[in-house]
T-cell receptor, first 112, second 116 residues
């Protein structure tokens, strides 16, 4: 079992729709959770972090965390073609070291 | 504020050759990370420094990979000798300090290595 699992996609949504990206993790001691966006040929860019159960909203993005189910999700409202990218879920298991364990990413395609 | 700098951006070598990558973190960032990202996968941590000390190198293939951060600022990652499976993007990231809460990692542009 991979430590961080994501559906590779592609997830295709029409412009203006809500895109829902999901991630599960295996280690119950995981403390911090991150969503990175990576455009083709570019480096990862942090878009959201979440540390406690519940929802966290930032503009069009909402991160949801359920530690009991070991599940993290990212919702993108009013999806735009510029949101087309690979979204990487990352987990920090050890607050002392802070190195991240990444999933393989979900490719999102927003159709104009 | 300048971001994380890396060079070279691209490198093509033949197997069994050596290669070195350079990273300059954001000014004042104590923690520096090297990740390897193989096509279609997420980044995988190779080594983590706090100032000039190694925090975690458990996933670094030490028989061929080495890294240093001698003065606690710039870092170099070396592969000697390279194998075909080393073809990947090598990402450097930095963060303010691993002792700081809610610490964000900032990634450099990466070095794309192709081993022929």
């Amino acid at each position: 079992q991979k430590e961080v699992e994501q559906n590779s996609g592609p997830l295709s949504v029409p412009e203006g729709a809500i895109a829902s990206l999901n991630c599960t993790y295996s280690d119950r001691v995981s403390q911090s959770f991150f969503w990175y966006r990576q455009y083709s040929g570019k480096s990862p860019e942090l878009i959201m972090s979440i540390y406690s159960n519940g929802d966290k909203e930032d503009g069009r993005f909402t991160a949801q965390l359920n530690k009991a189910s070991q599940y993290v999700s990212l919702l993108i409202r009013d999806s735009q073609p510029s949101d087309s990218a690979t979204y990487l879920c990352a987990v920090n298991k050890d607050t002392g070291r802070r190195a991240l364990t990444f999933g393989s990413g979900t490719r999102l395609q927003v159709q104009p | 504020e300048a971001g994380v700098a890396q060079s070279p951006r691209y490198k093509i070598i033949e197997k069994r050759q050596s290669v070195a990558f350079w990273c300059n973190p954001i000014s004042g960032h104590a923690t520096l990370y090297w990740y390897q990202q193989i096509l279609g996968q997420g980044p995988k941590l190779l080594i983590q420094f706090q100032n000039n000390g190694v925090v975690d190198d458990s996933q670094l293939p030490k028989d061929r990979f080495s890294a240093e951060r001698l003065k606690g600022v710039d870092s170099t990652l070396k592969i000697q000798p390279a194998k075909l499976e080393d073809s990947a993007v090598y990402l450097c990231a930095s963060s303010l300090d691993l002792l700081v809460g809610t610490d964000t990692q900032y990634f450099g542009p990466g070095t794309r290595l192709t081993v022929l």
